[in-house]
């Protein structure tokens, strides 16, 4: 085991209590815990709607669905992402059209996106990566003037601000991350937000096979056993267990998130006139700082070294047109991202964590300064 993992979870005593108690009310799928954690995430966001499942893919997905994305559609999304936000495209058996990014943040290049727009494009996926927001003015004016919906994926940005306004009050739905390395971790899990009702009707009920009422609506009302199949869902419900986690993580949030920021300007201020290249963080908004990413020309040689001194590092991300099945399947090549394909292999991210001591920090910073070029 490495002494200073890449990713620790901030769990304790009170998570494990509130997964008992859940234990202990007999209700192990959706059930109450499920719906106070999203009237809570909702009430924390200032979304109108929160819609609990159990993924950010299966939000994405069903986010594309309630705006009606269909076979031949194009989405637009950058290639600097995990793939899942390719992949839900072609769910559909639409088209994922990538985008580059900005070299300072990795964030969706906006000029190149609305250049990419056709008369097929039903959707914009912008990517809020390592707890930045994109420019979200400049994206939805876009979207507006061609009547294109958005989508957001905020796997990394909670909680994240743009201009003032929580990332998940901005988009027509924004898609939440609440896997174990996630800034609210429950294990698996996910959440989509949304001021349409329409929108969210559609994903509540497509989260349950399509079906017209909620398991806890069934079986927490007597005589309620009747229900009907409305459209062609699928099995995307979060599960009370989850969601027990999720309440006692909410309520920790802004705490989790300063202390990632305190973390990472020590870093900054660390590796300040050196080789060494952090993302910057975009001056209209307050990341959430959930991953700490640098640069450097020997990325490769930096890790190696990292884990040879029982240091956790990562990679974010093998960008999408870099993977076999979509350079397959729809023709992409490194040549046509220059950005995101340097960025990729100059890139690597930090421990960053609550429960990293200055110990850890200098440790680490040590590490990267001795072999960084």
Same mark, same amino acid.
């Given at each position: ?113 609305? /250049? ?107 005589? /309620? ?149």
């Amino acid at each position: 085991m490495l002494a200073i993992p890449f990713h620790k979870a901030h769990l304790g005593e009170a998570e494990i209590d509130a997964v008992t108690d859940s234990i202990r009310s007999g209700w192990l799928t959706m059930g109450p815990k499920t719906i106070e954690f999203e009237k809570q995430f909702g009430a924390y966001i200032g979304a109108d709607f929160s819609v609990s499942m159990n993924s950010a893919t299966a939000a994405l997905h069903l986010g594309l669905k309630a705006i009606g994305v269909t076979a031949g559609d194009e989405v637009i999304l950058p290639t600097h992402t995990f793939v899942a936000t390719a992949e839900v495209v072609t769910y559909f058996n639409a088209i994922p059209v990538l985008c580059d990014v900005d070299p300072d943040h990795f964030l969706m290049d906006v000029r190149q996106m609305e /250049s990419l727009i056709t008369p097929r494009t039903k959707a914009i996926i912008p990517v809020h990566f390592a707890g930045a927001a994109c420019d979200m003015d400049a994206i939805m004016a876009v979207a507006k003037k061609y009547g294109i919906r958005v989508i957001c994926d905020a796997a990394h940005s909670l909680p994240t601000s743009y201009r003032g306004r929580k990332i998940g009050t901005i988009s027509d739905v924004t898609c939440f991350s609440f896997y174990a390395t996630k800034t609210l971790a429950t294990g698996e899990g996910g959440m989509a937000t949304t001021a349409d009702p329409d929108l969210a009707k559609s994903m509540k009920i497509n989260r349950l096979h399509g079906i017209s009422r909620d398991a806890w609506d069934r079986y927490s009302v007597p005589g /309620s056993w009747y229900y009907e199949v409305v459209d062609n869902g699928h099995k995307y419900n979060m599960t009370d267990l989850n969601a027990a986690l999720g309440l006692v993580q909410l309520a920790k949030c802004d705490w989790m998130r300063n202390e990632r920021f305190q973390i990472a300007q020590k870093y900054s201020s660390a590796f300040e006139g050196t080789v060494v290249r952090p993302l910057l963080e975009p001056e209209y908004g307050e990341s959430a700082w959930h991953l700490y990413v640098i640069r450097v020309a020997n990325r490769d040689e930096v890790i190696n070294a990292m884990t040879l001194a029982g240091i956790g590092s990562s990679v974010h991300f093998i960008p999408v047109h870099r993977h076999p099945y979509y350079q397959r399947t729809y023709g992409f090549s490194e040549a046509q991202f220059p950005v995101s394909d340097n960025g990729y292999l100059e890139s690597l991210s930090l421990p960053l964590y609550p429960g990293l001591s200055d110990t850890d920090i200098d440790r680490i910073v040590t590490c990267v300064l001795s072999v960084a070029r």
